[in-house]
Structures are given as structure tokens and as C-alpha cells.
């Protein structure tokens, strides 16, 4: 074989021979739960559900319990809501966007009469750390997203996700996934034109309550436009949740910053993609007391 044979020969095995393929990086255990989660959460449509809230109070030793039953359709937003716990019990909550100029039909109970208010008002938000339109499972959604993104640009999703086993909750067999945040500190941020504490602690994804507590504020229709105000980096510094292996749903979510737990959320009776009547988010409909 000549030298010209021989070159040609050799140029055939690099360009001709199959080369061997870098193979795909297999997801983590974790990343495979929390996907699942994320999934299902942006596919669903609506959800009906019994909600028990336990939530740091400021100033008291034990924490505020409410428990809720909730009908959630995610688009267009509607929400019911009906107290089931003591403090309250039996006032009933409607908000459907677009209506009644996006303020909340609210049936306290006790024979007075329903009325509409601004679902930041002080009168439903009372000693609370949310609104009745962070109902529904788009928050946890929001949340996770925006840590793994986070977790990711410094390549530590699995330093910062960790499966923690299974365990068994209210009956279902529940993934635990703990989710620690190192990069969790406390700077500062100012209020855009027009902000609330609502609107500004939301557009941070970080808690209303924290914001209220770090910088003395009362209400979370407060405005804080210009203010310049101490908040946390994320949500919280420690989140474990509780994953339904069959629904992929989030069915308990227990915050702690480092102070130990400010919030948790634990969720019974869910039902996911309910047909909803026509009616139901109605406050004329047959089961409703507005």
C-alpha cells in the first residue's frame, strides 16, 4: 500500500468508523420526584381540596391554625373557600377574576350581611400569611422553579434537593423531599410604583408575614412604593415536603427559617381535575350560603 493508500486508509477510520456517543446524564432520584411535582401542578386544571394552615404568629407562643375546604379553578382564577375551624367557622369565600372588580364575595356568617372586600383587606387577612388567591398549588409551583433554577446556575440541584425517603401520610405513601436553601440571608429591596406589600413580596416570592415582621408593617395592602425594606433571599431557609406517589401533588408543606417552622400546610381530600358546574363559582349556587 502506498504512502497516499495508507493516509487515505487511516482518514476512512476517524471519519467512517462509528464513534462512541457521550451517553445523557441519567436525572437524580430527586430531580425524577420533583419533576413529576412540577408536572403535574402546571397540567392541572383545578383542584378541591381540605387545607389545615398552622402559622407563626408574631407575639404569641403557639401559632394560628385555620382549616379550610377550597375549590380552585386555575384558568380563569376561581376560588371558593369555606372556614371549617372554630374561629370563623362557616364563613364562606368567592373570587373569581374579573368579577365584581376582582374583590372577594364574603359571607361571614352569623347573620350579617355578604359584602365585597379586597382580598389584601385587613379584615380578611387578619394574623395571616396569605390571601385567599394564593389558593391552589401555583405558588409551590413558583417556588420550586425558581430554587432549581437557582440551585442549578451554581450546579448544586442535589446539594440543595434531597430525597428523604418515603413515608406514609394521612394513608398515602408520600415521597419526603427536604429542600435547603445555603444561600438563605436577609438584604434589602424597594417598592416599585404602585406596590403594596403584596404585589412587592410577591414579585420577590418571599413571605408576606416576613416582610411584615422584619420592617413593622400591619396590612398587606400597606403601600411600600420607594420603601426601602429588609427582606429575606427566598421564601424559606428550609422546606420539606410531602409528595403523593400516586397524585405527584404536594399534600404537606412545612417552611422554617432560622427560627424553626413559620408555616405549614397539610392538604387531605384532594381531588385533582374535578368537572366543575356550571354554576359553582357562583354565589347563587345551590350549595352556597352568600
Known sequence: MNKISV?????????????????????SATRKVIDNMLNAIIKNKGSIYTMKGTERAKGKATPNVIEMYNKVNVSPLKIYGKVLSELNKGSELLFVKGERGDKVRVNPGKFLPSLNLAHTSSLLTKDQHHTILTSGFIIVYKLMTEGIKRADAQGGFDKVFKLDGEVTYNGKKCFKVIVDDPTYAYVTAT???????????????????AVMDLNGLK?????????????????????????????????????????????KYEYSGLNTNPVFKADEFSETFSEYKF
Open 219 to 263: 396590612h398587606f395592602d400597606e403601600n411600600v412604593t420607594g420603601k426601602t425594606l429588609k427582606v429575606p433571599t427566598s421564601y424559606a431557609k428550609r422546606t420539606v415536603l410531602l409528595i403523593d406517589q400516586q397524585t405527584n401533588f404536594p399534600i404537606s408543606q412545612e417552611m422554617s427559617d432560622e427560627k424553626g417552622v413559620f408555616e
Open 191 to 209: 417598592g416599585l410604583a404602585g406596590e403594596d406589600l403584596y404585589t412587592f413580596a410577591r414579585r420577590l416570592l418571599v413571605p408576606e408575614s
Open 7 to 27: 493516509t487515505a486508509f487511516v482518514l476512512f477510520l476517524v471519519f467512517y468508523i462509528p464513534q462512541a456517543q457521550a451517553q445523557p446524564v441519567e436525572a
